[in-house]
């Protein structure tokens, strides 16, 4: 919860990417991330990398920052790229206890998918460290992307930060008590009984904070056919250069891999 805060904390600076149409960034992140699924050259995306880290320093975004939400989400889908190597089949350059081996292919199409996966989650890093969740749900809309969906994820995001305002109260009142979960004195089975005791309450409690927000919405005159107002702003000559060379960047790989071929 505490890397969402920093995350809008970083959306907030100034920075050429930054004052970039939010619309012009999600397309461009669109595109980064199909052509890293479709391409099959490890240079190409080591090359993609090394270009949305560029953006990302210029951006203004630390090194370390980037690093830190890289490390942090890559474990989920660096697991399947490691499955990938006991799993494929080829020439066998490893055998392990139990019939376990690894193949050659396996483990050039795990370090394949593992840089695709790295490429993604720079791209997405990049798009939610320049752009406030406000401007990125207005952005959505304005590219034609589902009302219902755009609603969700407004409504999922406040209720995110809800839950870090609960869960801190919840926690500052147990301390108060002297409790404290890794407390060794008391017993494991009560502990986990309070934590189970406080997931329930925080559970209540966004139960409780929906149903009014839902009636302050109805009183507001809500209904299904409702839509946001969001302001419409023409395109500066900055985002169409920046989408302009975000193209040229992926044609020029392209032609770069087809090449190599």
């Known amino acids: 919860m505490e890397n969402l805060i920093s995350i809008e904390k970083e959306t907030l600076k100034e920075s050429p990417i930054h004052n970039l149409d939010g619309r012009i960034k999600i397309i461009i992140s669109l595109i980064i ?4 699924v479709s391409a099959s050259d490890p240079l190409i ?8 880290l560029l953006l990302l320093l210029f951006s203004r975004i630390p090194l370390s920052y980037t690093l830190k939400r890289l490390f942090l989400i890559l474990p989920f889908g660096g697991f399947i790229a490691l499955f990938q190597l006991f799993i494929r089949a080829g020439d066998i350059i490893w055998t392990g206890p139990l019939g376990v081996h690894v193949t050659m292919q396996g483990l050039l ?7 695709k996966i790295t490429v993604s989650i720079t791209a997405i890093i990049l798009l939610s460290s320049t752009t406030t969740m406000q401007e990125l749900t207005n952005s959505m809309r304005g590219i034609g992307i589902p009302h219902t969906f755009i ?6 995001v406040r209720y995110l930060f809800f839950f870090y305002d609960e869960l801190e109260r919840i926690k500052n009142a147990q301390k108060t008590r002297c409790f404290d979960i890794w407390n060794k004195n008391t017993e494991y089975s009560w502990r986990l009984k309070k934590i189970g005791e406080t997931i329930a309450m925080i559970f209540l409690r966004a139960y409780e904070q929906g149903e009014k927000t839902y009636l302050s919405m109805l009183s ?6 409702s839509q946001m107002y ?3 702003s023409p395109l500066k000559r900055a985002d169409i250069l920046f989408m302009i060379l975000n193209i040229s960047f992926i044609i020029l790989l392209y032609y770069i891999q087809n090449f190599q071929l």
């Open 45 to 52: 995306l080591f090359i993609m990398e090394a270009y949305l």
């Open 33 to 36: 991330i199909v052509y890293a």
């Open 220 to 225: 507001r005159g809500y209904s299904q056919e």
């Open 230 to 232: 969001h302001k419409k």
């Open 151 to 156: 609603m969700l994820l407004n409504l999922t």
């Open 109 to 115: 199409f795990g370090m394949l998918l593992f840089a």
